[in-house]
């Protein structure tokens, strides 16, 4: 087994702060995935990553950016956050292989003054 | 495009009484699509409940079933008698998409089972 966690729990932020999210596992996976959950809107892919040092942007790739400096982590930044923003961010891995199943993190809620 | 619809919530039912979530979808761009559904208990992180990567075939977990029907383009999700603990917020998935790591995934359709 394996466990993803995710850093921090709570972030609240002020408009316009550039605010990251991290995201470890220890499932040796080489595919990691960033979402934002939105009420009554599902997940959407903000970006996700195939192996080290990889990105490739998601549908909702505008205003974040990514990195993947390890395989074990990815982390996602906020370039500038936007008053009144409140959403969960959630952070999956897989193993790639012909789409395996998709092991998620407990999830970052971000709120935005 | 490709897309999954599913029932909107919340959906409310007794304990023991029989459950039906629809989830349809729409795979133009994916030739043999993957279908999936994924749970959140409350208090727990999204988590696979079963899937199914073949026409025709069926998944079952903790008492619940799907069934991936290609002509109907359905994979509705059923249990006969749900429990208070099945009070949950489920998603339907289809994957991967033309580039083999894109899983889409519907809107969420939030359980609760009153005892």
């Known amino acids: 087994g394996g466990i993803i966690t995710q850093t921090p729990k709570f972030l609240i932020g002020q408009e316009g702060q550039k605010l990251t999210l991290k995201c470890q596992q220890n499932f040796n996976h080489d595919t990691m995935y960033w979402y934002r959950q939105d009420s009554g809107k599902g997940l959407r892919l903000i970006y996700y990553?195939?192996?080290?040092?990889?990105?490739q942007k998601g549908d909702l790739s505008e205003g974040y950016d990514a990195s993947r400096e390890k395989k074990s982590s990815f982390s996602l930044t906020v370039t500038s956050a936007q008053k009144n923003e409140m959403a969960v961010f959630l952070c999956?891995?897989?193993?790639?292989?012909?789409?395996?199943?998709?092991?998620f993190g407990p999830g970052t809620r971000l709120l935005v003054l | 495009g490709d897309s999954v619809t599913q029932t909107e919530g919340p959906v409310t039912v007794s304990e023991s009484e029989s459950l039906i979530i629809n989830c349809t979808y729409s795979a133009t761009s994916i030739a043999y699509p993957n279908l999936f559904w994924y749970v959140r208990y409350p208090g727990e992180g999204l988590q696979l409940l079963l899937k199914v990567i073949t026409a025709g075939q069926k998944g079952s977990s903790r008492g619940f079933e799907a069934t991936y029907n290609k002509e109907t383009t359905s994979f509705h999700l059923q249990k006969a008698s749900v429990q208070e603990s099945d009070s949950a917020v489920y998603y339907c998935a289809l994957g991967p998409d033309t580039n083999a790591y894109k899983v889409i995934f519907g809107k969420g359709t939030h359980l609760h089972v009153l005892p």
């Open positions: 999956a891995s897989s193993s790639g292989q012909n789409q395996d199943t998709q092991y």
């Open positions: 990553s195939i192996t080290e040092n990889d990105l």
